[in-house]
């Protein structure tokens, strides 16, 4: 059973869309996304069928970057709060300057009851191994929350490729190394700079999602099993590795079904047991 979905957008859920003005067209133009708006209830019943029983929703405060934000800390914590306890939510900062961003950071966490802290580099447009994401981190560590980082490519209009690679996170993952630190897209395609991040420190995550092949079950296959040997993935502790779709991308359902055809070891494809999402989400 597939039982968390770490990455699903709200940017193009029908009430994340009603709320927040402005959002569509900049969803369209920074993520470059095309598919129509959904409702919650609609996205519900695609995780009922998948057996996922909680689904993430990151904010994105890309203010400095592209003037705005595709979904805010408010508008995030107000989306998982109509859901119950399906959705939870992580906070976004813009770092432009340190201060303001630690303390809007305390907020959504202390304030909003939002479970983590996530950091696009690419399309913020700065190097992670750079001063600017360490006040964040710091923060971050103090609210014994994970950070969750982009690494590899992105989309994003204008961002800059060199950016992107996991490796110019480690300054960082060793610096603090009691901070849980989430990697999503695997690097790719950078995906064994990610992967050796896994082996080397314990407090690395890693997020196999998005599709930048033809189907989810091409590239997660591809991650897994072809762009490092299966061998080393199997290696990792099972709980190392967490799931996810990237919607709206693609659907949660089309990931969960590509999962269970993966052919590896049936304690990678639990897609991280609950207990250790739950704590490091602290999910009750």
């Known amino acids: 059973m597939v039982a968390l979905d770490l990455h699903m957008h709200p940017a193009l859920m029908v009430e994340a869309v009603e709320r927040g003005e402005g959002l569509l067209r900049a969803t369209r133009r920074v993520l470059k996304i095309g598919a129509r708006p959904q409702l919650i209830e609609v996205l519900s019943s695609q995780t009922e069928v998948a057996d996922i029983e909680r689904m993430v929703l990151p904010a ?53 009851r939002l479970r983590g802290l996530k950091v696009s580099p690419p399309m913020r447009g700065f190097d992670p191994s750079l001063p600017k994401l360490r006040l964040a981190i710091l923060k971050t560590q103090g609210l014994r929350i994970p950070a969750v980082i982009h690494v590899g490519f992105s989309y994003a209009g204008g961002c800059k490729l060199a950016k992107c690679s996991p490796l110019a996170l480690e300054k960082r993952v060793a610096e603090f190394p009691e901070l849980t630190f989430i990697l999503v897209h695997f690097g790719w395609p950078w995906v064994w700079g990610a992967v050796t991040l896994a082996v080397k420190y314990p407090n690395v995550y890693l997020n196999p999602l998005n599709v930048y092949t033809e189907s989810p079950e091409e590239h997660l296959r591809c991650l897994l099993t072809e762009a490092v040997p299966r061998r080393t993935v199997e290696g990792l502790p099972p709980d190392r590795i967490f799931l996810g779709s990237d919607y709206p991308r693609i659907e949660p359902d089309r990931v969960a079904r590509a999962v269970k055809g993966l052919p590896l070891d049936p304690e990678v494809k639990r897609a991280t047991p609950f207990e250790r999402a739950a704590a490091l989400l602290r999910i009750s």
């Not at 998982?80 to 976004?92: K, P, T």
């Open 60 to 112: 994105s405060d890309c203010t400095t970057r592209a003037g705005g934000k595709l979904s805010s800390n408010e508008t995030v914590s107000w989306l998982a709060s109509r859901s119950g306890v399906r959705f939870l939510g992580l906070a976004s900062v813009d770092l432009n300057p340190d201060e303001r961003a630690a303390s809007e950071l305390e907020t959504g966490v202390r304030g909003l």
